[in-house]
């Protein structure tokens, strides 16, 4: 009964900044990893950012490295993902996803994630 659900997205100017949001319930979120995903027209999809549950462990991919900042809120369930600075490369569907995890390290490749959220859109244009 993983459920994940992303929210936040919207149309934003170059330059702009958005806040995702993903709740997360049905498992216990401190042995988790928690990534943002995202997916352009006619891109493969990427690992954005991700997070350990329990010590808040990170990582990012080199592209949004200073814009983009990943946190958790252990009492709400719930990860952000604060994008800065946008450009409309960054225009995509992000989707949440999680798995369970028992490291230190958590992972930006999407086959190491079992359970995925919907998708939002993200649109960066003038």
């Known amino acids: 009964q993983v459920q994940l659900v992303e929210s936040g997205g919207g149309l934003v100017q170059p330059g702009g900044s958005l806040r995702l949001s993903c709740v997360a319930s049905?498992?216990?979120?401190?042995?988790?990893?928690i990534g943002w995903f995202r997916q352009a027209p006619g891109k493969e999809r990427e690992g954005v950012s991700c997070?350990?549950?329990?010590?808040?462990?990170?990582k990012y991919t080199d592209s949004v490295k200073g814009r983009f900042t990943i946190s958790r809120d252990k009492a709400k369930n719930t990860v952000y993902l604060q994008m800065n600075n946008l450009t409309p490369e960054d225009t995509a569907v992000y989707y949440c996803?999680?798995?369970?995890?028992?490291?230190?390290?958590?992972?930006?490749?999407?086959?190491?994630?079992?359970?995925w959220g919907q998708g939002i859109q993200v649109t960066v244009s003038s």
């Open positions: 049905g498992f216990t979120f401190s042995y988790y990893m």
């Open positions: 996803a999680t798995d369970h995890t028992s490291g230190t390290d958590c992972d930006l490749e999407d086959i190491e994630y079992d359970y």
């Open positions: 997070i350990i549950g329990s010590i808040g462990n990170t």
